[in-house]
T-cell receptor, first 116, second 116 residues
Framework: AQSVAQPEDQVNVAEGNPLTVKCTYS??????LFWYVQYPNRGLQFLLK??????LVKGSYGFEAEFNKSQTSFHLKKPSALVSDSALYFC??????????????FGAGTQVVVTP | GAVVSQHPSRVICKSGTSVKIECRSL??????MFWYRQFPKKSLMLMAT?????????EQGVEKDKFLINHASLTLSTLTVTSAHPEDSSFYIC????????????FGEGSRLTVL
C-alpha cells in the first residue's frame, strides 16, 4: 500500500523568505512523486514531478523539490515566497510497482500563508 | 498543455433530484479519468476510476448506484449523483490521464454541489 504524509497543516512565511513544504512517502516499488497546488474553489494545478533522473526537480512558478530516497522525502521549496503563493499544496505519489502505474495517492494538504 | 474542462462549476439542487457533472479533455484523448470528492480544507478522496468503454471501478465505501460514472468516449466522462441528499454536498473534481503516460494527472476546475 502507498501513503503520503504532509506533517504540517499550515506553513506561515513572510514574503521574500524561503518556503518549504514537507512531504514523506511510502510505496512498495519505485515512487513517482508529484506536487500540486490548489487555489480556493479551483481544481488542482500541477507544479512538478519526480519520475526518474536528477533528484532535484524544478517546476512551475519557481518551485523545486528534492527527492531523497534514504529519507523517503520529497519536500517542496521556493527560495523567495510571494503573497500569491498562498494556497493549499498537495504532495502525491503513484506506486511504480504496478503495471498500470497505480492510483494517485494524495497527502492531507498543507495550507501555505505568505504575509506581506 | 493538457486541459480538462468540468461543467457545471456550481450547481444547487433539491434533495431527491439527480445532478450530472461533465468532465472533458479538450486537447487530448483521456484513456482514464478519475473522480474525486473533496471536503472543506481536506484532501481529495478518490471515488472511482473510469476507463473509456468499460465500467468504472469504484473505491471501497463509494456507492456505485448513487454515483453513476460513464466514460462513453475518449474525451468525456460524466458523474451523475442520483437522488441527491444534503450529505452529498461537496466539491467534486475530475482528472484525466492521456495516452503516452507521463505520470501526472490533469485536473478539472471542480464542481461545487449544494443539495438543499
Amino acid at each position: 500500500a502507498q501513503s503520503v504524509a504532509q506533517p504540517e497543516d499550515q506553513v506561515n512565511v513572510a514574503e521574500g523568505n524561503p518556503l518549504t513544504v514537507k512531504c514523506t512517502y511510502s510505496v512498495s516499488g519505485n515512487p513517482y512523486l508529484f506536487w500540486y497546488v490548489q487555489y480556493p474553489n479551483r481544481g488542482l494545478q500541477f507544479l512538478l514531478k519526480y519520475i526518474t533522473g536528477d533528484n532535484l526537480v524544478k517546476g512551475s512558478y519557481g518551485f523545486e523539490a528534492e527527492f531523497n530516497k534514504s529519507q523517503t522525502s520529497f519536500h517542496l521549496k521556493k527560495p523567495s515566497a510571494l503573497v500569491s503563493d498562498s494556497a493549499l499544496y498537495f504532495c502525491a505519489v503513484r506506486d511504480g510497482a504496478t503495471d498500470s502505474w497505480g492510483k494517485l495517492q494524495f497527502g492531507a494538504g498543507t495550507q501555505v500563508v505568505v504575509t506581506p | 498543455g493538457a486541459v480538462v474542462s468540468q461543467h457545471p462549476s456550481r450547481v444547487i439542487c433539491k434533495s431527491g433530484t439527480s445532478v450530472k457533472i461533465e468532465c472533458r479533455s479538450l486537447d487530448f484523448q483521456a484513456t482514464t479519468m478519475f473522480w474525486y470528492r473533496q471536503f472543506p480544507k481536506k484532501s481529495l478522496m478518490l471515488m472511482a476510476t473510469s476507463n473509456e468503454g468499460s465500467k468504472a471501478t469504484y473505491e471501497q465505501g463509494v456507492e456505485k448506484d448513487k454515483f453513476l460514472i460513464n466514460h462513453a468516449s475518449l474525451t468525456l466522462s460524466t458523474l451523475t449523483v442520483t437522488s441527491a441528499h444534503p450529505e452529498d454536498s461537496s466539491f467534486y473534481i475530475c482528472s484525466a490521464e492521456g495516452q503516452g503516460f507521463t505520470g501526472e494527472l490533469f485536473f478539472g476546475e471542480g464542481s461545487r454541489l449544494t443539495v438543499l
